[in-house]
């Protein structure tokens, strides 16, 4: 595993050495620097139909690619309360958090700051009644399509995860 980290964060020092995976250390000060796995909470909500709720990004990584809403866990919450914020976020779609249950756990990837750092997506499933008319964030979401799961998988996937957790969908 590379290093995203250029200098020690109590010190200053620039000499980060490796000690192990996943773990770097600098060797002015001692001070242990780790690299491991967000978690995120991602939403697979259908419609009365079962159609999937699809977002095409807006924004980096995977500007203009597909993903299912979604996001990193705030302190404090559980997965599916990130879950729930991040549809209404999203989407603006308000579903309460008992409304998701968990589907799958899938390791991911995400660049951000000139680093693929590694995430741990929690994924959950939700209904909700006819089909809810959205408001997409500008900032985060540029279109938001309602699809037939297997129609979902013939789009392009900005994460891997994703589309694992839609095949996932189907096979249940
Ligand atoms: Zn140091």
């Known amino acids: 595993m590379t290093n995203p980290y250029r200098h020690c964060s109590r ?15 600098c060797g002015a000060c001692g001070y242990r ?7 995120a909470a991602v939403a697979l909500v259908r419609d009365a139909t079962g159609r999937l709720l699809v977002c095409r990004r807006a924004h ?8 299912l ?3 990193v866990i ?3 919450e559980t997965g599916e309360q990130a879950a729930a914020r991040e549809v209404a976020e999203e989407t603006g779609l308000e579903l309460a958090p008992q409304e998701f249950r968990h ?10 700051q000139d680093y693929l750092w590694p995430t741990l997506d929690l994924f959950y ?4 009644e006819g089909t809810p008319t959205t408001r997409p964030d500008p900032a985060e979401v540029a279109e ?3 699809l037939p799961p297997d129609q979902a998988l013939a789009l392009d996937f900005a994460f891997e995860s994703n589309r694992r957790a839609v095949e996932r969908l189907l096979a249940d």
Do not use: D, K
Request: charged residues 20%.
């Open 11 to 25: 010190c200053g020092g620039s000499e980060l050495r490796a000690a192990g995976e996943r773990e770097f250390v």
């Open 33 to 39: 620097h780790f690299v491991t796995p967000f978690p």
């Open 60 to 67: 980096e990584p995977g500007l203009g690619r597909w993903s």
């Open 69 to 71: 809403p979604g996001g």
């Open 74 to 76: 705030e302190p404090g």
């Open 103 to 112: 589907q799958a756990t899938l390791p991911n990837e995400y660049w951000f």
């Open 125 to 128: 499933t939700a209904r909700v």
């Open 144 to 146: 938001i399509v309602w």
